[in-house]
């Protein structure tokens, strides 16, 4: 079945810089990345996802790459604020269906 | 997001009992999932639907059950048969077909005693 793998597990950088986050996937039949935010507590959003016809989608201060011959995909957030602390988590489709599976999660923060 | 709802918020256990989790959207959609969430872990699937009366065992079924009797409801039974069950359960609910975005509910923390 599909696995998601998510690196790193966490990050810490300062206020203003950019932060990554790198997720590679097995299955080369999946066709949506997901990327959700998770707040202590709190459920996880959708942030942002792209799909395998688009190489980059981009919102505001958030983006996300997609590489298929690699199969992998990236978060990257610029001007990091204290607000963006919190776990995120990248997903994958699986084989032929409407599963998502997940990674593990990063844990992000973001110091003043 | 906000149509999705669960509860209890919290809810305790002993050992050896069954506990049902309650997920209600009035999303319309017609996907609904559970996943479970420990710490450090991602979110793994525990059970999904994609149509009334059907459902489907993901990663993670043994020790749990479900049913799909009305389109806005999914709820979850944790089994004694689960050996360990203490952890954040989350509900989604998507669209369905080609609609692949999940929407989660604010989850259900249980603790067994």
């Known amino acids: 079945g599909e696995n998601v793998e998510q690196h790193p597990s966490t990050l810490s950088v300062q206020e203003g810089d950019s932060a990554v986050i790198k997720c590679t996937y097995s299955d080369s039949a999946s066709n949506y990345f997901p990327w959700y935010k998770q707040e202590l507590g709190k459920r996880p959003q959708l942030i942002i996802d792209i799909r395998s016809n688009v190489g980059e989608k981009k919102d505001q201060r958030i983006a996300v790459t997609l590489n298929k011959t690699a199969k992998h995909f990236s978060l990257h957030i610029t001007e990091t604020q204290p607000e963006d602390s919190a776990v995120y988590f990248c997903?994958?489709?699986?084989?032929?269906?409407?599963?998502?599976?997940f990674g593990t999660g990063t844990r992000l923060l973001v110091s003043p | 997001d906000g149509g999705i709802t669960q509860s209890p918020k919290y809810l305790f256990r002993k050992e050896g009992q069954n506990v049902t989790l309650s997920c209600e959207q009035n999303l319309n959609h017609d996907a609904m999932y559970w996943y479970r969430q420990d710490p450090g872990q991602g979110l793994r699937l525990i059970y999904y639907s994609q149509i009334v009366n059907d459902f489907q065992k993901g990663d993670i079924a043994e020790g749990y059950s479900v049913s799909r009797e009305k389109k806005e409801s999914f709820p979850l039974t944790v089994t004694s048969a689960q050996k360990n069950p203490t952890a954040f359960y989350l509900c989604?609910?998507?669209?369905?077909?080609?609609?692949?975005?999940?929407?989660f509910g604010p989850g259900t923390r249980l603790t067994v005693l």
């Open positions: 989604a609910s998507s669209a369905g077909l080609a609609v692949l975005e999940q929407f």
């Open positions: 997903a994958a489709t699986s084989t032929g269906f409407q599963k998502l599976v």
